[in-house]
């Protein structure tokens, strides 16, 4: 395992000093946002790849600059972040805390571009209107599913499975009179996430 992120964290650093021959095409970032709504959380299903070229150089950068024991860990801590970056997640414009995120980094097919999917769970409390806004909706893609429960108010709800792109955020209708769950409830959590994705 230990190998193979090494490999991950030197092909990644190799690709980078290429320099512009390596980087012929470039491509914007892109952020895809799967929101599944359960009856006591909500989790994000977040994929995120940096555009090609000096955003790319500067992820790559600054993950070169921890100790070689941590250069995997550095560069997933790194993607996570700026998968995230942009986007908050509240309701009725109450910020939620998130109680859970997990993340696996790779490269995308070519080499070019390391990516990241995180999975980020947030505990749903009782109220109108649940929100997932992303302050840069150039590179963010939307789409949400409901499972396990009825706390989306569906006749007024934008369609599930489908793809929302350069919108700024998704406002999803709580349903009136939905019991709010407590401490005590065990977390709906998958254990992988499969069932998230499209």
């Known amino acids: 395992m230990r190998a193979a992120a090494r490999l991950l964290v030197a092909t990644a650093l190799a690709v ?16 895809q946002v799967v929101i599944q709504v ?5 989790v994000l299903l ?13 992820i790559l950068g600054r993950a070169s600059t921890a100790p070689k024991s941590r ?12 998968a995230m970056a942009p986007l ?6 109450q910020p939620l805390v998130p109680t859970a995120v997990r993340a696996k980094i ?13 999975l980020v769970t947030y505990p749903l409390p009782a109220g109108k209107s649940l929100s997932v806004a992303s302050q840069d909706p150039r590179s963010t893609r939307l789409s949400w599913q409901r499972t396990g429960g ?27 009179g939905a019991t709010p769950c407590d401490s005590t409830t065990p977390s709906s959590l998958p254990s992988s996430p499969s069932r998230l994705s499209r």
Do not use: N
């Open 46 to 58: 977040v994929g995120y790849r940096p555009g090609t070229g000096e955003p790319t150089e500067a």
């Open 106 to 118: 790779g490269l995308e097919p070519g080499g070019a571009r390391p990516m990241v999917v995180v």
């Open 88 to 93: 908050t997640v509240s309701v009725d414009g």
């Open 150 to 176: 009825e706390r989306v108010a569906i006749s007024d709800a934008p369609q599930q499975g489908k793809w929302y792109p350069g919108v700024a955020s998704m406002l999803l209708p709580l349903a009136a």
């Open 16 to 31: 980078w000093l290429a320099g512009p021959a390596a980087w012929a095409h470039t491509f914007p970032a892109t952020r």
């Open 38 to 42: 359960e009856r006591c959380e909500v």
């Open 71 to 82: 250069a995997r860990e550095a560069l997933q801590e790194l993607m996570a972040a700026f």
